[in-house]
């Protein structure tokens, strides 16, 4: 069964530095797409990144990046430059076109930025 | 730009009660989606469907109810509502259940069953 871990479940970070949280996947689906959403306290989901299994390059999207290791069967993203409001749940989830649409997610790392 | 509405934002039942969360999306979106957030979990997909009059059932669909008459709304019924149904539960769409398509959300609707 398609599976996401998230390991880390609280991350204290000092603000300025990059922070790296960790998402592992398990599916045996060549085709594959993996999301990070983060959730502030306000509680709305956000969508920060994708990248496809296909895709050549790891993906990027202002501050953040996708660190992708297929091999690994793992997708960290990176925060460069950590700001305050970064403070917030962050979701790894992965779509798997075998598994009828769903999007299946992690538990979530709770991050929070000292500052 | 509305996006995903979702209402009530917050609602308390009584165990055995029942009720309708609303969901409506203004995107044109053909995938439309119930997910239930409970602390320490990542979400879980309680029903889904890819367009009007066409819904199924995701990991979690026990105690509910779907139906999609229309592209844009896409209702959530609690039959008779239960403790264990507490939770925080989320509408999602997206124009395609494609494996690239991002999900956009509505704000949450926090229930909670005494």
């Known amino acids: 069964a398609q599976k996401i871990t998230q390991t880390q479940p609280g991350m204290f970070v000092q603000e300025k530095e990059a922070v790296t949280l960790d998402c592992t996947y398990d599916t045996s689906d060549p085709s594959y797409g993996l999301f990070w959403y983060k959730q502030p306290s306000s509680g709305e989901m956000i969508f920060l990144i994708y990248?496809?299994?296909?895709d050549q390059q790891n993906a990027t999207e202002g501050r953040y990046s996708l660190n992708f290791q297929k091999a690994r069967k793992s997708a960290n993203l990176v925060i460069s430059a950590s700001q305050l409001g970064d403070s917030a749940m962050y979701f790894c989830?992965?779509?798997?076109?075998?598994?009828?649409?769903?999007?299946?997610w992690g538990a979530g790392t709770k991050l929070i930025i000292k500052p | 730009n509305a996006g995903v509405t979702q209402t009530p934002k917050f609602q308390v039942l009584k165990t055995g009660q029942s009720m309708t969360l609303q969901c409506a999306q203004d995107?044109?979106?053909?995938?439309m989606s119930w997910y239930r957030q409970d602390p320490g979990m990542g979400l879980r997909l309680i029903h889904y469907?890819?367009?009007?009059?066409?819904?199924d059932q995701g990991e979690v669909p026990n105690g509910y109810n779907v139906s999609r008459s229309t592209t844009e709304d896409f209702p959530l019924r609690l039959l008779s509502a239960a403790p264990s149904q507490t939770s925080v539960y989320f509408c999602a769409s997206s124009y395609s259940p494609g494996r690239g398509e991002k999900l956009f959300f509505g704000s949450g609707t926090q229930l909670s069953v005494l």
């Open positions: 469907s890819v367009g009007a009059g066409i819904t």
């Open positions: 989830a992965m779509r798997d076109t075998d598994s009828n649409y769903q999007l299946i």
């Open positions: 990248q496809g299994s296909y």
């Open positions: 995107m044109n979106h053909e995938y």
